[in-house]
């Protein structure tokens, strides 16, 4: 059947309405938990759905606590160090370990350290034993009939060996919910196929097969299926079948080939289509066969949205889990949020601790850029009818690391590197529970971070144009002398980045201008549009002679995937990226790149620590292998000191 019709999306509903609302048609439609007896050794992270009672004692007999003798205490009576006590074997004692049954007339135990062997079949007791001493009693760990677990417990390993103690050996357990996957679109693929241009790789359902493990469900994930509507309601009603819950992956916008809503209304019924939330407002909430059937949108980070606030819920809760608590921070923005009027938006945020403050760096806000999750500390909502927050604003983030690795990550903020990605990753191997934030906003937006003590450390590379220096002028006219510092890092060989071939021809800055010529920037604040300015004033072109010139990027891979991409011709770029991306370059200048940061961080164990460790000759040839670097003066730090004749950089060493 083909349908080329444009959906029109239903009124879009708000968030927690569509939230509640959906839980409460669950509940209208006596949708629940299902139980199952388990057998206990195979518990773990199950939930139990009834209490669990002891079958038997633990320990079901009267147990020697330790090592030495069972002994008949009325004949221990008076013993003391002037008057010893002989006991005879298998008269008035036997030998026991750990563990052993004390039977009768034996009612006490003496450890083998309070006794003095006199014979092989007599010892010596030098103080009296109390009946019972010693002696695990029956029931001690637990009697039977005893209550174990309550309903609605989490099975930890402890759980499970008192569980065994007392000889329970099956549990009633709520059965984890079976969600089935459909990936949808004739533009995607499985990772292992072919990727040609127009095809994208199906990485939402892996996505969500992680998130249904963790919220306690049981995942199946069906074959892609192309933009198909017969085909598509066939492996819906399948789906259905053989699942308690089904996610369809795409197909929820208003597109012609998207089918997701007319499916599932003509199959059964659409709940809510579309809700006010950005990113993920194109979700699907419906019913076919009274389970719940789910449209979400393609893009990855709606995808993550949508299902994190709508199918996870809804997972735990038939799993018989409590509901995610949520762990909440309140941090500083380091720059102006604006937000939609229509929409609950959800930015990811990229969090650390720099001084007592906590600060937060909003991420890009593009639903389709995965990384952005992968680097995210924290989501921070904000609510429909606000257009946003000031910069400086103390908000809360709903937290997605441990506040602790938080706390111990580095905050860097400044110019993007490859260099920086490797430090970050060594960082990260090296210290498990800290680690090395970077937010790219170019060399300005870096020595702005470091002014307003919204971060540890600045990675930049600014052009003087009087000296032809790199970075030291710069920071003598923002800072006073005595506060900062400088980690020498790299120089790094920064030019024109062109496709394979050079097909325009493109031998230098001044071919920019050049008719047909499309190139692609970075953004304003950066040391790398700082020194195309530069040799553009020095060659008297004009930036608006330059096609593309206000197009700008925020990494030098970015630009040389554009090229790669064909999307321009021509970037400004370092050759890392060039060569990574496999795309021709054409050398301009070598540069300082630079870690800035004040002085009073030098004593900083992370910070001693990056020094140490870009210093070792191994990360220094992870560097050079990459192209484009020379690692002469790498680990090197100098601070501006000031006297009463000059201000001068001097060399620092540490104290220890």
Known sequence: MERNSRNIYLKSAEFVEAVEGYQQAMVKRN??????????????????????????????????????????????????????????????????????????????????????????????????????????????DVVKGELILPSNHVLRPMDIGALLAGKVETIEVYKKPRV???????????????????????SNSYLFEGMIEEAGGTSKRYPVTEDDYDLLKERILQGVRENDVFVINAGSSAGSKDFTGDLIKELGEVLIHGVAIKPGKPIILGFIQNKPVIGIPGYPVSAFIDFKYFVQPLIEDLAGRKATTEKNLTVTLSRRIVSSLKHEEFVRIKAGKVEDSYVATPLSRGAGVSTSLVKADGILRIPKGLEGYEKGTAV?????????EIENTLVSVGSHDVV????SDRLQ?????????????????????????????????????????????????????????????????????????????????????????????????????????????????????????????????????????????????????????????????????????????????????????????????????????????IGDVYILEKTEEETTWQKWYPST
């Open 31 to 140: 949708i629940g938990r299902q139980v199952e007896l388990l057998d206990t050794k195979a518990g773990l992270n199950r939930v139990t759905a009834a209490p669990v009672f002891a079958r038997d004692s633990s320990p079901n007999y009267s147990a020697a606590a330790m090592d030495g003798i069972a002994a008949v205490s009325e004949r221990t009576r008076g013993a003391s160090e002037t008057r010893p006590v002989i006991l005879e074997k298998n008269r008035d004692f036997v030998y026991i370990n750990t563990g052993g049954r004390v039977k009768d007339p034996y009612d006490t135990v003496i450890m083998i350290e309070d006794l003095v062997e006199v014979s092989s079949n007599e010892v010596e007791v030098r103080s009296s034993a109390p009946a019972r001493q010693h002696i695990r009693e029956i029931g001690e």
């Open 180 to 202: 089935g996957i459909l990936p949808t679109g004739s533009e995607i693929i499985d990772v292992g196929d072919s990727q040609e241009p127009g095809k994208i790789i199906d």
């Open 396 to 404: 809360s983030i709903q937290l997605m690391k441990e506040l602790k």
């Open 420 to 423: 920086m990605d490797l430090l």
């Open 429 to 633: 191997w090296n210290r498990r529970d800290a680690g090395l934030s970077s937010a790219h906003v170019g060399s300005f937006g870096g020595i702005l971070a470091l002014k307003n003590r919204e971060c540890h450390m600045a990675p930049m590379h600014i052009l003087d144009e009087e000296t032809g220096g790199y970075n030291k002028a710069m920071i003598q006219s923002h800072f006073p002398a005595g506060d900062m510092g400088i980690i020498k890092l790299v120089k790094r060989s920064q030019g024109l980045m062109v496709p394979k071939g050079n097909p325009k021809g493109i031998t230098g800055i001044s071919d920019l201008a050049g008719e047909g010529v499309e190139f692609v920037n970075r953004q304003r604040g950066s040391g790398t549009r700082i020194l195309l300015d530069y040799h553009l004033k020095r060659l008297g072109i004009s930036s608006g002679d330059i096609a593309g010139y206000d197009r700008a990027l925020t990494t030098h891979t970015a630009v040389a995937a554009a090229v790669a991409n064909n999307t321009a011709d021509v970037g400004l770029g370092v050759y890392s990226a060039a060569k990574a991306l496999d795309v021709d370059f054409i050398p301009i200048e070598w540069e300082d790149y630079d870690l800035v940061l004040s002085k009073k961080y030098l004593e900083d164990p992370r910070i001693l620590e990056i020094i140490d460790l870009i210093q070792q000759e191994g990360f220094k040839k992870k560097i050079e292998n990459l192209g484009g670097y020379q690692t002469d003066e």
